[in-house]
């Protein structure tokens, strides 16, 4: 089983629906990130947690929202998704020793 | 603004010759730099890194080169096998809040041919 999971792993999805990209993990880390690749961008935060009770935007949050129900769990929601948000989503965990590891990513298409 | 920039789009190499991927960075507050490998259809995987008090870091066929006063980074794969054939993202850590939070670049795709 993976450390980092991601569901769903493809989704097409209309403009204007509510979607939501879950992230779990078995690594026990505090940390928990969500980036998204673009061609030509590489990746980008969109948010990034260090526990339950903390929550913080990264360089690309705007119309973006997450949550983080347990130290495990952080999920990303687009309220009113966008065509410009189609993209391939990664999810990531880390702690304050080790480097970023990743979940194999959703690819979102929104249209 | 780019603060972490992989000018090369793509790289094409022989097996069993040198690959060198590049990374310039603008920031220098960047206190670690980190090389992540991607294959399709799967997340990055980390590869190899190097703090910023360091020159070099070697692991088997993989060795990061940083250049502080350059503010450049090279990650050289000797010899180079078809299996390295992936996307190669660099990425950097400024960490003075201590958050994890990772700085990446565009990404280079290497090919290494048979």
């Known amino acids: 089983d993976a450390d980092v999971t991601q569901t769903p792993r493809n989704r097409i999805t209309k403009t204007g629906k509510r979607i939501m990209l879950e992230c779990s993990q078995t690594?026990?880390?505090?940390?928990m990130y969500w980036y998204r690749q673009d061609p030509g961008l590489g990746l980008r935060l969109i948010y990034y947690?260090?526990?339950?009770?903390?929550?913080n935007k990264g360089e690309i949050s705007d119309g973006y929202s997450v949550s983080r129900q347990a130290q495990a769990k952080f999920s990303l929601s687009l309220e009113s998704a966008i065509p410009n948000q189609t993209a391939l989503y990664f999810c990531?965990?880390?702690?304050?020793?080790?480097?970023?590891?990743f979940g194999q990513g959703t690819r979102l298409t929104v249209v | 603004d780019q603060q972490v920039k992989q000018n090369s789009p793509s790289l094409s190499v022989q097996e069993g010759r040198i690959s060198i991927l590049n990374c310039d960075y603008t920031?220098?507050?960047?206190?670690?730099f980190l090389w992540y490998k991607k294959y399709p259809a799967e997340g990055p995987t980390f590869l190899i890194s190097?703090?910023?008090?360091?020159d070099k870091n070697e692991d088997g066929r993989f060795t990061v080169f940083l250049n502080k006063s350059a503010k450049h980074l090279s990650l050289h794969i000797v010899p180079s096998q078809p299996g390295d054939s992936a996307v190669y993202f660099c990425?950097?850590?400024?960490?003075?809040?201590?958050?994890?939070?990772?700085?990446f670049g565009q990404g280079t795709t290497l090919q290494v041919k048979p």
């Open positions: 990531a965990t880390s702690d304050s020793n080790t480097e970023a590891f």
């Open positions: 690594k026990g880390h505090d940390r």
């Open positions: 947690s260090f526990d339950v009770k903390d929550i």
């Open positions: 920031n220098s507050m960047f206190d670690y």
């Open positions: 190097i703090s910023s008090i360091k």
């Open positions: 990425a950097a850590r400024e960490d003075s809040g201590n958050t994890g939070k990772l700085i």
